[in-house]
């Protein structure tokens, strides 16, 4: 009886100590985002932009912008949702999708400062509603307005005066749902969602995508110099190169990477990380793959784990029967 009590004692302080570094640790280090489940309609949005008509209150200055902006991003919700209640035409959306070909075509070339992505999974990685914002207004959908005055400087801007009728949107959105869905891996659906941006050194993966193995030692440096210029556009576009991902599944907490790729700004107030727009599923795609690279060791970690239990669980039992067979004769 007395060694189940100290086992107690020890179990009860070991959680203790593990809940002080660990959760609690977090919690008091990260603030608490509220997470919106991967849906888009504005919401967090709106609130944002309302506290900074809070800040320009107590700080007396910009009150008046600062109101017109939660005005402008109500407005831009609303069509949004709007849009999203019409019945979209996949047939006429193949034929005005035609205008996203002149950019997201998988040339692999640097326009306005990062390589626009390939859309060959669009439907399945992304919401709905932030595909149909992304058309109307590239800068507000991915919550980064406040880097530009005026939206159409957006690098992606100029799809506001080619696609301008809502019909039109939801027809795009329609087709890409259509015909731009189907099975995705998880390497495929980071190449398209992060890869524009973010390296991986432990998949050699650059912001020009797969480092080919080279021959010569010559071809390789003609290589690496390519990728330092793309990555100098990147900087020069974002403010900073954004970082490495190879091991950020495991530097963060799974609630801090829900909500940042969710919405950068709710962790990261005045980022210049854009708002991804990927759906729950394209999410855990991604996820999938940063564990895949970041973690490999994990199914194999979770694999053997219980049998590390049971070993646990038969070795005291054993060892308990063999304490009580080598001292019932001495009490």
């Not at 209640?85 to 996203?100: D, Y």
Request: glycine share 6%.
């Amino acid at each position: 009886m007395r060694e189940l009590k100290i086992l107690a004692v020890v179990v009860f302080f070991t959680l203790v100590t593990y809940w002080g570094v660990e959760p609690f640790a977090h919690s008091q280090m990260h603030k608490h985002v509220e997470g919106h489940g991967f849906t888009y309609n504005g919401e967090a949005d709106i609130k944002e932009a309302e506290a900074g008509v809070v800040k320009a209150k107590e700080s007396g200055s910009k009150e008046a912008e600062a109101q017109a902006k939660v005005e402008a991003k109500k407005s831009f919700w609303a069509d949004v949702e709007k849009i999203a209640q019409l019945q979209g035409n996949a047939a006429n959306g193949e034929a005005a999708f035609a205008t996203c070909l002149g950019c997201h075509n998988g040339s692999g070339v640097n326009m306005g400062g990062v390589i626009p992505p390939n859309l060959d999974h669009a439907g399945v990685l992304y919401d709905k509603n932030y595909l149909i914002a992304l058309i109307k207004d590239p800068a507000m959908a991915s919550n980064v307005d406040h880097k530009y005055e005026d939206t159409m400087t957006h690098p992606m801007g100029s799809i506001k005066t080619m696609v301008t009728d809502d019909q039109q949107i939801a027809d795009i959105v329609a087709y890409m749902q259509e015909k731009m869905a189907g099975e995705v891996t998880s390497k495929q659906a980071f190449d398209e969602a992060c890869a524009r941006c973010h390296a991986m050194r432990y998949a050699k993966t650059t912001q020009l995508g797969d480092t080919p193995t080279f021959k010569y030692e010559k071809d390789a440096l003609a290589h690496k110099i390519k990728v330092i210029e793309e990555q100098e556009m990147v900087k020069a576009y974002m403010g900073k190169l954004p970082p490495d991902l190879s091991i950020m599944i495991r530097a963060r907490s799974e609630h801090f990477m829900e909500t940042f790729v969710e919405n950068p700004q709710a962790q990261l107030p005045g980022t210049s990380m854009p708002r991804v727009g990927l759906s729950h599923e394209g999410y855990e795609k991604v996820k999938a793959y940063l564990e895949e690279v970041g973690d490999p060791s994990k199914p194999a970690r979770e694999a053997i784990g219980p049998w590390v239990l049971l070993f646990f669980v038969v070795f005291t039992v054993l060892a308990y029967l063999w304490k009580k067979s080598q001292w019932k004769d001495l009490h």
